[in-house]
């Protein structure tokens, strides 16, 4: 496939084509994946619907916790959360999405806060340095994260 994609590549670039190539098969594969990674992320057409294992004693969760469901592939890593749940009885429970501001300042600011189930969350950041924060958990739950995601090379 890669192949096909650097072929075309160099049609596209290097028409009529020239004696010697104008770039290297190195330097079109680094285009072509730039440019994967960039339709995938800006049409979110690659979501995967995993799992973000929280405990009770913490209100941050770094992207590399989230944990893919055995046999995805294809993928590198989370770009963005869009959904969070979590189990409730046989069903799942809504925890709703705040901006960072305002995370910021009705939960975190809070001196004291209350512990219970996950009701509200926020992400900080993006990629590799994304952050899920969750209000402080009552005890360990699982979190159902319907995430972006960003392709392997």
Do not use: H, K
């Amino acid at each position: 496939m890669l192949t096909a994609y650097q072929t075309l590549f160099q049609a596209l670039i290097q028409y009529p084509a020239p004696p010697t190539p104008l770039i290297s098969n190195a330097t079109a594969t680094t285009y072509i994946n730039a440019a994967r990674g960039q339709v995938a992320l800006e049409s979110e057409s690659i979501r995967v619907f995993a799992t973000l294992p929280i405990t009770a004693a913490a209100m941050q969760y770094p992207f590399a916790a989230i944990m893919f469901p055995a046999g995805t592939v294809g993928v590198l890593g989370v770009e963005d959360v869009r959904i969070v749940t979590y189990g409730v009885a046989d069903g799942q429970a809504r925890v709703v999405n705040r901006e960072w501001e305002w995370f910021n300042r009705y939960v975190l600011a809070n001196p004291v806060p209350v512990a219970g189930p996950p009701s509200i969350w926020c992400q900080y950041g993006q990629g590799a340095n994304g952050t899920i924060f969750v209000n402080q958990p009552d005890q360990p739950y699982t979190l159902y994260v319907d995430t972006v995601c960003y392709p392997v090379p």
